[in-house]
């Protein structure tokens, strides 16, 4: 996609219209209000790519869920699976 090549850009967009769909189906099951993307691939313009087309579909196929994507700045998305262990809750046996 750097060099101009369009078809990239259809993946993303693609992976994100997918992606929205799928939070959706996950809000089916899950009380989601936040959602934090993370990991390689939320990196750079694909990432934004991604976010930008998971977001419209939550906006118009689905404008009664509340979720908001949460995208942490791009070091600490490359450190994404850190992340989410830190931020679990602990479990009190």
């Given at each position: 996609m750097a060099?101009?090549?369009?078809?990239?850009?259809?993946?993303?967009e693609t992976i994100g219209v997918h992606f929205g769909y799928a939070i959706a189906h996950y809000a089916t099951f899950y009380d989601?209000?936040?959602l934090l993307f993370l990991g390689?691939?939320?990196s750079g313009d694909g990432g934004q790519i991604i976010i930008?087309?998971?977001?419209?579909?939550?906006?118009?196929?689905?404008p009664d869920l509340k979720?908001?994507?949460?995208?942490?700045?791009e070091k600490t998305k490359?450190?994404?699976?850190?992340?989410a262990a830190a931020s679990l809750p602990k479990v009190v046996k």
């Amino acid at each position: 996609m750097a060099e101009g090549d369009e078809r990239a850009r259809k993946i993303y967009e693609t992976i994100g219209v997918h992606f929205g769909y799928a939070i959706a189906h996950y809000a089916t099951f899950y009380d989601i209000r936040n959602l934090l993307f993370l990991g390689r691939v939320a990196s750079g313009d694909g990432g934004q790519i991604i976010i930008d087309q998971a977001e419209e579909v939550l906006r118009t196929e689905f404008p009664d869920l509340k979720i908001a994507l949460r995208v942490p700045d791009e070091k600490t998305k490359r450190h994404g699976q850190a992340v989410a262990a830190a931020s679990l809750p602990k479990v009190v046996k």
